[in-house]
């Protein structure tokens, strides 16, 4: 009680400042996704993502080399894949000298040790635009399981070692860890998307991979925003089916979300800060309207105190860099 208790003291210099934070941002705790494109000398400004770029392979290795040399340990591979390779079954996706399973092997061998998790999901590969086979305006459940997991167990083939699908199909972790196990990939981790809503935060990134839904939307595979309850329901059926880690995403809007499932699970817990998030930040800074480096690790110290363990943040490069 008031004048025993001054909250204050523990304020009033920077050291008992330090000395009392209870949390903290490392390098330790950030992954950089990655947008890859086909070809050479390839460097495409995505525009509704200041700062970020779809690279060729070349490109991509003279960039990984400064990523790593911040710190940075950690990659989040996604594909953008050319119109004339996209159809209704993923044949793109689990083609051995796909562009991501190519991906893989170049970067392994130019970095091994960055840890390579890949996106497992067919909306980049399909002419649909959706994370499934389609039928008759439906998204499939257990055929694209299958193709899932051959995409999976291409990535671990290639070197992958984590795969991360952000598909929402159901029962696809059983799947694709069965999959692994029985080809011998048993130390190939599994990062599961558990917690991913149907959200209007992922705009930006479908213009980045020219990806988005020919028709209709995500709802049916993807969380209802205002459900709480059911990602708990969904991140305890993926740690039963053999996911390693589990994420949510969006992020900033989520943070319930994520202390949520901090507080039922024992695993891991990622966040994602997605596409959204990012360009809300970029365009108030352009604006003049924030301090964008403030308000950045602000915002990822926010998803450490929620209680994720890392996150995945396009943000990634520009944080390593303030934290020195
Ligand atoms: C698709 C996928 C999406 C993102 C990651 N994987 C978009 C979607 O579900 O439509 C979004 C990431 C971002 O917005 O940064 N499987």
Redesign the pocket.
Known sequence: MYPNNRNRRLRKSPAIRDLVRENELTTNDLML?IFIAEGSQIKELIPSMPGCYRLSLDLLLEELKSVSDLGIKALLL?VKVDDALKDNKGTAAIAPDGLMQRAVKTIKDAFPDLLIMT?V?L??YSSYGH?GIVEAGNILNDPTVEVLSQMALSHAQAGADFVAP??MMDGRILKIRTVLEEAGFVNTGIMS?SA?YASG??????DALE?A?GFGD?KTY?MDTANRLEAVTEVLADIEEGADIVMV??GLAYLDIIREIRENVQVPVAA?Q???E?AMLKAAAEKGWLDHDTVMMEQLLAFKRAGANFIAT?HAKEAAELIG
């Open positions: 996704p996604f996106d999901a909306d980049p994370d952000s598909d998307y991913k935060f992922y705009g930006p990134f479908r990806s839904p995500k993807q995403k969006p994602y997605v596409s959204g990012y396009y």
